[in-house]
C-alpha cells in the first residue's frame, strides 16, 4: 500500500506533490450519502436537480475522504505519520458531480520539532483538492505529527 514515506527531517518549507486522480461515480456519490450524509443533493437525483446545485453533488465529507486515502496512497505521509491534532481554514469552494476527477494538491507551510517529545515534530500542510479542471473543491491547513528519524547507536 505505502511504504515507509518521509521522516520529519525529509519534509521542506515548499515542497509541493499532488496525488493520483479518482473519479466519482454517481453511485459512490449516492452510496456514501445515504450512509452518512443522507441530504437530498446527495442521495436524490431529481431532489438535487431541483435544488440550488442544480443536480446531484458529492458530500464535502466523502471528497475530503477520498482525497485523504490519495494522499495517503501517495506515499507522502507514510508510516512515519502519527496523525493530527486538527485542521484550520476549511473552505468549500465548488461542488463535486458525478464523473469529476478530483486530486490532492500539498504543499508543506512550516514544521517545526516538538517541544516535549524528541520522537517528533508538527508539519503544517495546505491542501488542495482540485477537480479535473484545476479549479478548487475544498481546501483546508493540516497539522500532521511526523516521527523524527529513529537515532542509530
Given at each position: 500500500?505505502?511504504?515507509?514515506?518521509r521522516?520529519?527531517?525529509?519534509?521542506?518549507?515548499?515542497?509541493?506533490?499532488?496525488?493520483?486522480?479518482?473519479?466519482?461515480?454517481a453511485?459512490?456519490?449516492?452510496?456514501?450519502?445515504?450512509r452518512?450524509?443522507?441530504?437530498?443533493?446527495?442521495?436524490?437525483?431529481?431532489?438535487?436537480?431541483?435544488?440550488?446545485?442544480?443536480?446531484?453533488?458529492?458530500?464535502?465529507?466523502?471528497t475530503?475522504?477520498?482525497?485523504?486515502?490519495?494522499v495517503?496512497?501517495?506515499?507522502?505521509?507514510?508510516?512515519?505519520?502519527?496523525?493530527?491534532?486538527?485542521?484550520?481554514?476549511?473552505?468549500f469552494?465548488?461542488?463535486?458531480?458525478p464523473?469529476d476527477?478530483?486530486?490532492?494538491?500539498?504543499?508543506?507551510?512550516?514544521?517545526?520539532?516538538?517541544?516535549?517529545?524528541?520522537d517528533?515534530?508538527y508539519?503544517?500542510?495546505a491542501?488542495?483538492?482540485?477537480?479535473?479542471?484545476?479549479?478548487?473543491v475544498?481546501?483546508?491547513?493540516?497539522?500532521q505529527?511526523?516521527?523524527?528519524?529513529?537515532?542509530?547507536?
Open positions: 500500500m505505502h511504504g515507509p514515506g521522516y520529519y527531517e525529509d519534509f521542506t518549507v515548499g515542497d509541493e506533490v499532488t496525488t493520483a486522480g479518482v473519479t466519482l461515480t453511485d459512490a456519490i449516492i452510496d456514501f450519502a445515504c452518512y450524509d443522507p441530504q437530498p443533493f446527495h442521495v436524490d437525483s431529481e431532489a438535487a436537480a431541483a435544488s440550488h446545485f442544480g443536480g446531484l453533488i458529492a458530500s464535502s465529507w466523502h475530503q475522504l477520498v482525497a485523504f486515502r490519495l495517503i496512497d501517495s506515499g507522502f505521509l507514510g508510516n512515519a505519520s502519527m496523525g493530527s491534532p486538527g485542521c484550520d481554514e476549511l473552505r469552494h465548488n461542488p463535486v458531480r464523473g476527477t478530483v486530486r490532492t494538491r500539498l504543499r508543506v507551510l512550516d514544521k517545526r520539532p516538538s517541544r516535549t517529545r524528541d517528533r515534530g508539519v503544517t500542510v491542501f488542495d483538492i482540485h477537480n479535473q479542471k484545476g479549479e478548487s475544498i481546501t483546508w491547513r493540516g497539522i505529527i511526523i516521527g523524527r528519524r529513529p537515532k542509530t547507536a
